[in-house]
């Protein structure tokens, strides 16, 4: 079978099981950008609350977020950890928009694709998981998310070596699959599904997997 066709149907057995995910939960497309920095290293339930503390401050927004302090940030961001580091990653997202943009979320997507990744990267405290969401999901731009789950996973499955670097998992989704925003939006937010929900870091739950039939990792209890 080609490659193109397994990972469709990898993605056709995770939406029969988990159906349509609606990422990426928030409001608006500057809140997803705003969460997609604020989970780094944390679970989403914590990134809810911290965004929650912002609104109620009426820190959300990019222009109040532009005249706020680091330190009025990262006190409504605790929740998330590393609150000090993410409200400064924050302020430096929010400056680049506000000197290059005209504070504008939307003149972004005007740019190359490849240039304005390159631009975000760029930023300090901005990696490839985190630019590519707001890429994505903020901005509708066709760029594959992959994260730890999809390595976990996909090597798992037998598909991607397990010490394959970001790049190349990217790669690997984006030469077999079609350009497509909402295939690659549902794709990853299914992946994370399963890396969340069933398989699991230390004992995956092969029993309940929908991917077990084709899975050379499964464990058989
Ligand atoms: S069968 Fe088990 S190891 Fe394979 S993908 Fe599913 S949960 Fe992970």
Known sequence: MLIKDILLN???????????????????PWEVAVGAILTQNVAWRNVEQAIANLKEAN???????????????????????????????????????????????????????EKLR???LNLW???????????LYAGNQPIFVVDAYTRRIFSRLG????????????RFFM???????????EYHALIDALGNQVCLNRAPKCHLCPLAEQCQGKTLV
């Not at 330190?71 to 409504?76: L, P, Y």
């Not at 405290?125 to 890429?135: A, K, N, R």
């Not at 598909?159 to 990217?170: D, N, R, S």
């Open 159 to 170: 598909l991607l070596p397990e010490k394959v670097t970001y790049a190349e998992m990217q």
């Open 118 to 120: 390159a631009e975000l």
């Open 59 to 113: 820190l959300l927004g990019l222009q109040e977020m532009q005249l706020a302090t680091e330190e009025e940030i990262a006190s409504r961001i605790r929740p998330t950890r590393y609150y000090n580091t993410k409200a400064r990653k924050l302020k430096v997202f929010v400056n680049y928009l506000t000197e290059q943009y005209a504070g504008e979320l939307s003149n972004l997507w005007h740019q190359p694709l």
């Open 175 to 185: 030469d077999h699959l079609p350009v497509e925003v909402e295939l690659y939006n």
């Open 125 to 135: 405290g901005l990696g490839p998981e985190t630019v590519d969401s707001i890429l």
């Open 10 to 28: 990898i993605y056709e057995c995770l939406y029969q099981h988990f159906g349509p995910r609606g990422w990426w939960p928030a409001d608006t």
